[in-house]
């Protein structure tokens, strides 16, 4: 009798999975059908510190994945991940790319990260820690393809805390490159204070001194892009952080504050964020903890659409899970 009574539990709990995943397939449909995006962008694992890249008609975003313990109190990162889409509705997941393991420099902690297309090559810039000199250090790799293979085409680190001194292990994090019409190559980057170097023309050295810039109320995760002529720098502030951004008509500032972009996240502290144009339409890509389970160090990452004010400013954008 028990086995019995066991079996038929069985059933209905396998009929029971099978219903729910029927209607999540279904939910995803009509949500594509409806144009709505699936936002969070990744369902199936946890993601943070997006970066976006725009190439032929595809919108790909670059993250870090959140490996943390629902209890577990601190970054749990081991690999870097790209997913991509052509309609910013369906998403393909293309999986973990890169590692901080792949670096022989590095042993781990998988943080911001940014790639770049220039002169038909990719540069996926890195935050991960240095396993000698101790502290977070930025690397990079290379590929002929925005999905890899990547290989890092140098033994060492590009950024390490000695040239840094007296800031702590983490102001050498989120890196963000920005390559400007006339060909110059910025890397920007920092926790606490802002920095930036000129890069050589290969993109993966630097002959420059590095630069510290006043960026009011820069907190970390730089962004610099371009918008009719004006330079724009966004980053998160605080914690729980904000997305505040400033303006310059030079890439290396005089930065202006001009506003906040989006207030804390839902169930996360920090805010990490990228903006890129696509098909003539604007998007913000951010994480946020809303997923089931999320939180601190189990983030999500979301898209959502902007238009500029008439001003050139950008609005403050109300977030949402439900719509792009
Ligand atoms: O994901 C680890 C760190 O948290 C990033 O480097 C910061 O931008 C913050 O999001």
Request: with cysteine; proline share 5%.
């Amino acid at each position: 009798m028990k086995k019995m009574i066991a079996a038929v539990v069985c059933v209905r709990v396998d009929i029971i999975r099978k219903v729910k995943r029927l209607l999540l397939t279904v939910a995803c449909h009509l949500l594509s059908f409806v144009g709505m995006a699936q936002t969070p962008v990744s369902q199936t694992c946890y993601t943070a510190d997006p970066a976006s890249l725009v190439y032929e008609d595809r919108f790909y975003i670059f993250v870090g994945r959140d490996e943390a313990a629902e209890d577990g109190g601190w970054f749990d990162m081991r690999e870097w991940r790209i997913y991509s889409s052509d309609d910013m509705v369906n998403w393909t997941d293309h999986g973990a790319r890169l590692r901080p393991t792949d670096f022989e420099w590095s042993d781990g902690d998988a943080w911001a990260s940014q790639c770049i297309h220039h002169n038909g090559k990719f540069y996926w810039y890195v935050s991960a820690n240095h396993k000698e000199k101790g502290g977070k250090a930025i690397g990079v790799a290379v590929s002929d393809h925005p999905l890899g293979p990547y290989t890092a085409p140098r033994g060492t680190a590009l950024i390490t805390t000695d040239m840094t001194p007296n800031q702590g292990d983490f102001d050498d994090i989120d890196p963000s490159v920005f390559v400007d019409d006339d060909g110059q190559a910025y890397l920007y980057w920092g926790n606490g204070k802002c920095k930036y170097v000129k890069l050589n023309d290969d993109l993966i050295s630097f002959s420059d001194s590095i630069h510290y810039v006043d960026v009011p109320l820069f907190g970390e995760a730089p962004w610099l892009h371009k918008h009719n002529g004006v330079y724009y720098l966004s980053y998160s502030h605080g914690l729980p952080s904000t997305i505040e951004y400033s303006t310059s008509t030079s890439p290396t500032g005089p930065w202006t504050h001009r506003g906040r972009i989006l207030d804390p996240v839902e169930n996360c502290g920090t805010s990490h964020q990228a903006i890129s144009q696509f098909k003539d339409r604007w998007y913000l890509v951010y994480h946020n903890g809303a997923l089931p389970k999320g939180g601190n160090h189990r983030r999500s990452v979301c898209v959502e659409e902007f238009v500029y004010n008439a001003d050139g400013s950008i609005p403050n954008l109300t977030t949402s899970t439900e719509k792009r």
